[in-house]
C-alpha cells in the first residue's frame, strides 16, 4: 500500500515517472526531466546519484530487485522505467497483471496500474544475454550474432569448454549470461590453460560461450521506439552510429561520427540496430553494441534497453531530444522526431573512471573546467560518486565545428590525461 501519484498533477500534465535504479543513467534522466516539469520517484539508496540532482517527496529508499520496494514505487508513479536491467521482472509482470493497492484519502483503496515501459517481457529477455541473442538469430529480421552456445553447469562445464574450443577454436569469450557490466562477467579462454581459472573465476554463475569476434571497430547506435498503448509497434527511430573504445572490456572513448569507416556502413548499423529493437516491446531508448568485422560486415553484440554510455554525447550533440529527454518522451509517449540529426558535426565522449587513488581525476576535471576554445566546447558531468579503480564517475563531452580527425587533434590533452590515468 502507497502513496497514490497526485491524479491533479497528472491532469495538468505533469505525470511521475517511477524509476528503478538511482545510478549516474537516472541522475542525467532527472536533469532531463526538470526542465519538463516531470517528476522522477527513484527507487534506490538513500545518497544515490540521482537522488542527489532531484528532490521529490516520492522517492523510495531500497534495492530496484527488492519486490515489496518496486510495489511501493509503482503505488507512487504514474509509469514504471528502468535504468538498469538488473531487476526483479517477476514483480513487474504481476504488476502489469494486477495491478498495485492504493489507499486513496478517504480510506477506500484502488487498484493502480501504472504503464512499464520497456516492457518487463524486453527487460527479462535481455537479462540473459544467451537467450537475448537467440531471440535476435530466431526472428525474422536476419540479424547476425556471434556463434555461442550455452555452458553446462557442474561436472559438465569442462565438456562444455571443450565442445566451445572444437566449435570456436581459440581464443574464445566465456560469458556470464545475467548480471553482468562494464566486462565484469567476461573471461577469454586462449587456450586449454585458462580452463581452469574460468572455473575459479565464473565457475558459479550460468554460463555460455561466444565466437572470438576480432572486429576492426565496434559500434553503438540508440534507438528510440514507440508503440500504442495496445502494443503495436509504431515507429524505430535511430540516432547516429558511433564508435565505442572498449579498453579492458571498458567503454572509454566515444567518437561521432565513427573514425575512418564508410558512411554506408554506419546507415547498415542504423537499419540494423532499428530491426534488432523492432523485435523488442514496449517504448524507450534502447542501446544496440555492434562489432564491425574486417569483412565491414556487422555482428550484433548486446543491447541494453534504457540510456547508455555510448548515447551521453547526445545531451550537448542533440540537445532538442538527448537519449535522456528520448527516453521521457517515448514513456510518456510524447512526440519523437522522425530524425534524429546532430547540431554539431563531431563529438568525443570521454569516460572519467577512478583512477589509483581516490583524488586521480580531479586533474581531468580541472583541465575540463579551465579549457575554453573557440573551435571546441567542453561540457564536464560528474556523477556524485565516490571514486574507486576503474569505476565510471563522470565523463567529458567535446564537440566540434569540424571533421571528428579535427577534434580529436584539439582534444589530444584530454585523451592524454584518460589514458595516463589508466596505466
Ligand atoms: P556492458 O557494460 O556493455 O554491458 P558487458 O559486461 O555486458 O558490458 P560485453 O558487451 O559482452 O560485456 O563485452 C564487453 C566488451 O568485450 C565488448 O564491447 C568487446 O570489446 C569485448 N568483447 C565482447 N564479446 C567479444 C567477443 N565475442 N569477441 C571479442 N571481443 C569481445
Ligand atoms: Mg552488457
Ligand atoms: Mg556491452
Known amino acids: 500500500m502507497g502513496l497514490k501519484p497526485e491524479s491533479d498533477d497528472t491532469m495538468a500534465g505533469n505525470p511521475v515517472i517511477g524509476l528503478l535504479g538511482g545510478g549516474q543513467l537516472g541522475r542525467m534522466l532527472c536533469e532531463a526531466a526538470n526542465p519538463l516539469g516531470i517528476d522522477i520517484a527513484i527507487l534506490d539508496d538513500k545518497n544515490a546519484p540521482a537522488k542527489q540532482a532531484h528532490n521529490t517527496h516520492r522517492h523510495v529508499t531500497g534495492s530496484f530487485k527488492d519486490p515489496l520496494k518496486i510495489r511501493d514505487l509503482a503505488a507512487r508513479s504514474d509509469y514504471l522505467s528502468v535504468e538498469i536491467e538488473h531487476v526483479d521482472t517477476e514483480v513487474l509482470e504481476d ?7 492504493v489507499e486513496l484519502a478517504d480510506g477506500s483503496t484502488v487498484t493502480h496500474r501504472p504503464p512499464i515501459h520497456p516492457s518487463w517481457k524486453t ?81 558459479k554463475l550460468p554460463l555460455y560461450a561466444e565466437k572470438w569476434a576480432t572486429f ?9 521506439r514507440t508503440e500504442d498503448d495496445e502494443g503495436n509497434l509504431r515507429n524505430c527511430v535511430a540516432y547516429p552510429a558511433v564508435e565505442t573504445v ?42 544496440v553494441e555492434m562489432f564491425v568485422l574486417e569483412d565491414d560486415s556487422l555482428v550484433v553484440n548486446e543491447v541494453a534497453p534504457r540510456p547508455h554510455n555510448s548515447g551521453h554525447y547526445t545531451i550537448e550533440a542533440v540537445p532538442y531530444m538527448s537519449q535522456f529527454k528520448a527516453q521521457i518522451h517515448a514513456v510518456l509517449d510524447l512526440a519523437i522526431p522522425d530524425k534524429l540529426t546532430p547540431r554539431v558535426p563531431s563529438s568525443i565522449m570521454l569516460n572519467i573512471l577512478g583512477g589509483a587513488t581516490p583524488n586521480s581525476h580531479h586533474q581531468l576535471a580541472r583541465l575540463a573546467r579551465t579549457t575554453y576554445s573557440d573551435d571546441m566546447d567542453v561540457y564536464l558531468h560528474l556523477y556524485g ?35 595516463e590515468m589508466r596505466e
Open 123 to 203: 527487460i527479462r529477455l535481455i537479462q540473459d544475454k544467451y537467450l537475448q541473442k537467440e531471440h535476435f538469430r530466431a526472428s525474422e529480421k536476419e540479424i547476425p550474432i556471434a556463434d555461442q552456445i550455452a555452458v553446462e553447469s557442474g561436472d559438465a562445464t569442462l565438456d562444455s569448454f571443450k565442445e566451445a574450443a572444437e566449435k570456436f577454436g581459440f581464443p574464445f569469450m566465456l560469458k556470464a549470461r545475467k548480471g553482468s557490466y562494464d566486462g565484469r562477467g567476461n573471461f577469454k579462454i586462449a587456450s586449454e590453460d585458462d580452463f581452469e581459472p574460468a572455473i575459479q573465476a565464473l565457475g
Open 246 to 287: 572498449h579498453e579492458d572490456s571498458v567503454c572509454t572513448k566515444v567518437y561521432m561520427p565513427p573514425r575512418k569507416i564508410a558512411e554506408s556502413i554506419c546507415e547498415e548499423a542504423r537499419e540494423l540496430a532499428c530491426a534488432v529493437v523492432s523485435t523488442l516491446w514496449g517504448r524507450g531508448v534502447f542501446a
Open 385 to 419: 560518486k565516490e571514486s574507486k579503480p576503474g569505476r565510471k564517475i563522470g565523463h567529458i563531452t567535446l564537440t566540434g565545428f569540424a571533421s571528428v580527425e579535427e577534434l580529436e587533434e584539439l582534444a589530444k590533452p584530454f585523451i592524454k590525461l584518460v589514458d
Open 95 to 101: 504488476i502489469e497483471e494486477n495491478g498495485v493497492e
Open 216 to 224: 576492426v571497430k565496434e559500434l553503438a547506435v540508440m534507438v528510440i
